[in-house]
């Protein structure tokens, strides 16, 4: 359900808590203390795990359980909601219970911080039904409380909101009245860049905090990019990168410079360079591993859109630009995790939920196209 070593970093993290009494970005490695997300970008979950065993005092195991229990029942209570809102047919109603049970067991199953692009896929119905109906006030809550989980969910997994933010902004753009839209889609970004900026000043209060701990405590919070990309390019086996494994990367770096540590600055420099000369000097296989993984990707959306697909290629509404547009930018963003990287389910829980989000939509559009030719 979630990787071992972020139960180590779990673990950590609450005994960072313990030592220094504060909820901030004090980790304790068992020598000293460190940077809680020892230089990646998923420290929200060690947020998250401070905040628990403070307020409830759970173990690592409960925190685990409560993590994906509150995030993944959010979600579905979310997703539940808004689809029997917005949803015209009870047929549409029928079959999207079903498969979004079917969705948040896939998203239990695959679990870790992956989940949190599940979570906010699910804002998509109830925006629909707010947009559709003009419920202008319980728009303006729903934009700021999305503003606030955008951040939380952006500290817990990298750009996971960035799908959906995406999706409403050129669907507000695309459907409604200049002085709406622009309404709108102003308040959006300005909810999301004070809710940033508050979260930047408590981050600096924490990190000084740390500094008093360990004045030598690495404030990097940057996800490794090209270290990512360069494995990425092993995902079609070949003798240069033969696999995808973290292992193969710093191999690589080691081989150039045994002294650049994972995950520096110039440890990603390196990588970079080697990424674009690998592209470079191996065209074909780099075109194998890239159409490999569409192939996979463009699988997962037959999959998952099923019916939907089908029931949008007969649709006389298939050509409107209101749904389709927002949502294929959604599809595509969502699908960068899985072209650059590698197509592990795993990276592709926003792509899959918005692959029945697509499904549901166009599902329920066939069956009211059905009755009004009747």
Same mark, same amino acid.
């Given at each position: 359900?979630i ?13 960072? !808590? ?19 997300a020892?230089?990646t ?19 690592t ?7 994906? *229990? ?9 997703? +539940?909601?808004?689809?029997?809102l !917005? #949803?015209? @047919? ?11 049970a ?10 870790? *911080? ?26 303006i ?5 999305l503003?606030? #989980? =955008?951040?939380?969910?952006? &500290?817990?997994?990298?750009y =996971?909101?960035?799908?959906t ?6 669907? #507000?753009?695309?459907?409604l ?5 622009y309404?709108?889609i ?8 004070s ?23 690495? &404030?990097?919070?940057?996800? *490794?990019?090209?270290h ?11 003798e ?14 080691? =081989? ?18 080697e @990424? ?8 074909v ?12 990707m ?10 939907? !697909?089908? +029931?949008?290629c @007969?649709?006389q509404n ?8 927002p +949502? &294929?930018?959604a599809?595509c963003?969502?699908?960068?995790f899985g ?5 592990s ?7 899959i ?19 009004? #030719?009747?």
């Amino acid at each position: 359900m979630i990787m071992p070593t972020r139960i180590y970093d779990i673990e950590r993290a609450i005994d960072g !808590f313990d030592r220094a009494g504060f909820i901030g970005t004090a980790y304790y490695d068992g020598y000293g203390f460190e940077n809680l997300a020892r230089g990646t970008d998923d420290k929200g979950l060690y947020y998250f795990a401070q905040i628990m065993y403070n307020f409830f005092g759970f173990n690592t195991e409960q925190i685990i359980v409560a993590f994906h *229990v509150l995030f993944i029942g959010l979600g579905f209570i979310m997703f +539940c909601i808004g689809w029997t809102l !917005f #949803l015209k @047919t009870n047929p549409a109603r029928g079959i999207t219970v079903i498969a979004m049970a079917i969705l948040a067991g896939l998203v239990y199953k695959i679990g870790d *911080v992956y989940v949190i692009f599940y979570l906010m896929s699910s804002f998509i119905p109830f925006f629909l039904y707010l947009i559709h109906n003009d419920k202008k006030k319980s728009m303006i809550i729903t934009l700021i409380v999305l503003s606030i #989980l =955008s951040i939380v969910s952006h &500290l817990i997994r990298s750009y =996971s909101f960035m799908p959906t933010i995406l999706f409403i902004i050129i669907y #507000l753009f695309l459907n409604l009245k200049a002085s709406k839209k622009y309404f709108y889609i102003a308040l959006l970004i300005f909810s999301l860049f004070s809710i940033n900026a508050i979260y930047k000043i408590y981050e600096i209060r924490a990190n000084q905090n740390l500094l008093e701990l360990n004045h030598n405590a690495n &404030l990097n919070t940057n996800h *490794v990019f090209w270290h990512s990309i360069y494995i990425g390019l092993g995902y079609v086996d070949n003798e240069y990168i033969p696999h995808y494994l973290d292992e193969v990367a710093i191999q690589k770096v080691n =081989s150039i410079d045994p002294s650049i540590e994972y995950p520096s600055k110039e440890y990603e420099n390196i990588l970079k360079h080697e @990424t674009f000369k690998f592209i470079k000097e191996h065209k074909v296989i780099t075109i194998q591993n890239f159409g490999a993984k569409f192939g996979v990707m463009f699988l997962y959306f037959l999959i998952f859109s099923n019916i939907g !697909f089908y +029931c949008f290629c @007969t649709s006389q509404n298939k050509k409107k630009k209101e749904f389709l547009i927002p +949502c &294929l930018y959604a599809l595509c963003f969502n699908s960068i995790f899985g072209f650059l990287v590698i197509p592990s389910i795993n990276y592709l829980i926003g792509f899959i939920s918005f692959s029945v989000i697509f499904a549901i939509y166009y599902i329920d559009n066939y069956i009211n196209e059905k009755r009004l #030719l009747k």
